[in-house]
């Protein structure tokens, strides 16, 4: 059974770079695109971007110019950064695993980290 | 403002069915399949459905997901009290690319 144990800074000031790091433990790292979601009360779910084992990554145009990703083979890990960090990304991060459903060619959203919330606050 | 429309609460008494719907557009729903995950307070998210009607092991088969055109449903028959969750849609979007989901849905069991 596959887990993601997710951690990183929680509180940050305007302006500073957010850094989250997620493990996988108990499945394979690669086949898989590995993904960054957040949740805030005000804006509820909001995709960030998904990166695969080879470093192939899509962002949230949104958020692209301050978005980056990558993972770490060895140690079956991927991470994000998130630069100028404002009040408005104050959430709880979630990283999360993109599996494929064969019989529709479709992927979907299988596994979820445990959450990291992250406040930002001068 | 989440790009899936789903209503903000639904409820029904011990052994009813009730049912969530989430509406798209052509872009997402009407394109892709729909997935669909319930979260209690404090927790992450966990997969009920995906692609629009399959139930991932362990996952009982009161749980039910159905999609038409750009709107997705999800019914839960025999209502039971540990089924108050808040419950969301998620889908892909290719007019964005990425990945879109509904603002939530939270069920109250009476």
């Known amino acids: 059974q596959v887990q993601l144990q997710q951690w990183g800074a929680g509180l940050l000031k305007p302006s500073e770079t957010l850094s989250l790091t997620c493990a996988v433990f108990g499945g394979s790292f690669s086949g898989y695109y590995w993904t960054w979601i957040r949740q805030s009360p005000g804006k509820g779910l909001e995709w960030i971007g998904e990166i695969d084992h080879g470093g192939s990554s899509n962002h949230n145009l949104s958020l692209k110019s301050r978005i980056s990703m990558s993972v770490d083979t060895s140690k079956n890990h991927f991470s994000l950064k998130l630069t100028s960090v404002t009040a408005a990304d104050t959430a709880v991060y979630y990283c999360a695993r993109n599996a494929v459903d064969w019989s529709s060619a479709s992927y979907y959203i299988d596994v979820w980290g445990n959450g990291a919330p992250v406040t930002v606050s001068s | 403002q989440s790009v899936l429309t789903q209503p903000p609460s639904a409820s029904g008494t011990p052994g009813q069915r009730v049912t969530i719907s989430c509406s798209g557009s052509?872009?997402?729903?009407?394109?892709?399949?729909v997935h669909w995950y319930h979260q209690l307070p404090g927790t992450a998210p966990k997969l009920l459905i995906y692609?629009?009607?399959q139930r991932p092991s362990g996952v009982p088969d009161r749980f039910s997901g159905s999609k038409s055109a750009t709107s997705a449903s999800l019914a839960i028959s025999g209502l039971q009290s540990e089924d108050e969750a808040n419950y969301f849609c998620?889908?892909?979007?290719?007019?964005?690319?990425?990945?879109?989901f509904g603002g939530g849905t939270t069920v109250t069991v009476l």
């Open positions: 052509n872009f997402n729903i009407g394109t892709n399949t």
């Open positions: 692609s629009n009607n």
């Open positions: 998620a889908t892909w979007d290719d007019s964005l690319s990425g990945w879109v």
